[in-house]
């Protein structure tokens, strides 16, 4: 038995991605040229040696992670999961909490961790279920210098405290992954529908969209000194994988994420589980976001995930002093993919994210000029989770 998945693990790290669901339909659009076998092929594991301990195949350990940056007897130690399995494959690393108030991701990892049968597995998978762990217990995003570790990778060892704090981790821990998924959820009084945010352009991160089956996909090359956009560059395939509101715990939420991932992993061949949904498809989307133009309390008519068209109403804006409102319609049809939770707004503020169903060919033709959400004066960073924080 055990020879035969070895065999079989070996041949499906030589393939596209796609080519192991055994229920994907054909893709509609043909591949472009650069997309071959080689090119969509994560890199194999080797040794597992990292942080100062050497994990043998078949066994797991849980290691930790020192930032290095604070004083030396307040030093947070990270605990870092590491599962080498028997045999053959890529490392799959899985982050959660580089947004020390979002939640979902820590339950996301703490179940496909323990979701892993060692003697089965092929690679091997890292988890680090709380990366700002000083943010956690303050239960906020930041680090306790108020940056935002997710605006400071891959770091410099010589830098401010944030950036530091990026290049142990990504020198220590990040470069040991063949491809990673950095966990998050929407920011503060916000709350996103389980999507992927992916640079479509890259043939390796393209398929990974792919394994993780149903799940919406958004293209964006991602912030500079974000995880994801300085994984990518150092040759590191990575998506980030939104789901929800910070501060809680969803059931829901978590459910999807850990299936995508567990279908992911099946995909690459790393597991014999199938968990895999009936449409393993995803959805490839353009977004935009939908503004309020009046101050006031904001009450929602939509649900998040719920397909709108052009001219309905989104919801309303209450001033709660002179009682006058505004309502707030749809510019395009489309489907929520993100929200903000009823809240007192001022003008301005990004109510709505409305996406718009796109092929991801014509994704990865929009991103050449990148005039997406990641442009830089693209005021709807501001509100973006992973882009820039929405506010103070
Ligand atoms: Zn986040």
Wanted: with cysteine; net charge negative.
């Amino acid at each position: 038995m055990k020879r035969v998945a070895i065999v079989a693990c070996a041949a499906l790290a030589c393939s596209p991605l796609h080519a192991q669901q055994p229920d994907a339909k054909p893709a509609t659009a043909s591949p472009p040229p650069t997309e071959t076998a080689a090119a969509t092929a994560l890199k194999a594991k080797g040794r597992i040696r990292l942080l100062g301990a050497e994990v043998p195949a078949g066994t797991s350990k849980r290691l930790t992670w020192t930032s290095g940056t604070a004083m030396e007897g307040f030093v947070v130690p990270v605990p870092v999961i590491v599962l080498n399995g028997k045999g053959p494959g890529p490392v799959l690393c899985l982050t959660a909490a580089v947004h020390g108030d979002e939640l979902n991701g820590i339950e996301v990892t703490r179940r496909v961790l323990n979701d892993v049968d060692l003697e089965e597995l092929n690679g091997a998978v890292i988890g680090v279920p709380i990366v700002n762990i000083q943010g956690f217990y303050r239960g906020t995003r930041y680090l306790p210098d108020r940056r935002d570790l997710n605006r400071y990778f891959p770091g410099n060892p010589r830098g401010s405290a944030a950036t530091r704090m990026a290049h142990s981790f990504f020198t220590d821990v990040v470069k040991h992954c063949s491809a990673l998924i950095d966990l998050h959820t929407g920011s503060l009084n916000r709350t996103n529908l389980p999507q992927v945010r992916a640079d479509l352009r890259v043939p390796q991160v393209q398929r990974m969209t792919q394994a993780l089956g149903a799940t919406v996909v958004l293209h964006s090359v991602g912030e500079r000194g974000s995880l994801r956009r300085a994984a990518s560059e150092a040759g590191i395939p990575t998506v980030t994988f939104e789901m929800g509101e910070p501060m809680r715990v969803q059931p829901e939420q978590v459910e999807h994420g850990a299936k995508a991932i567990e279908t992911l992993m099946y995909s690459l061949g790393m597991t014999k589980q199938r968990r895999y949904w009936g449409d393993p498809e995803p959805v490839y989307y353009a977004s935009k976001w939908v503004r309020v133009d009046h101050g006031g309390i904001l009450f929602s008519d939509v649900a998040l995930g719920e397909r709108v068209s052009e001219g309905e109403l989104l919801g309303v804006v209450t001033d709660p002093i002179s009682n006058q409102q505004h309502r707030i319609y749809a510019p395009i049809s489309g489907r929520v993919l993100g929200m903000a939770l009823n809240q007192v707004v001022l003008p301005g503020f990004a109510a709505y994210r409305i996406g718009t169903a796109t092929s991801k060919s014509d994704q990865a033709i929009q991103s050449s000029d990148d005039t997406g959400e990641d442009a830089p004066d693209d005021e709807a960073t501001q509100d973006d989770d992973e882009d820039a924080p929405p506010r103070g």
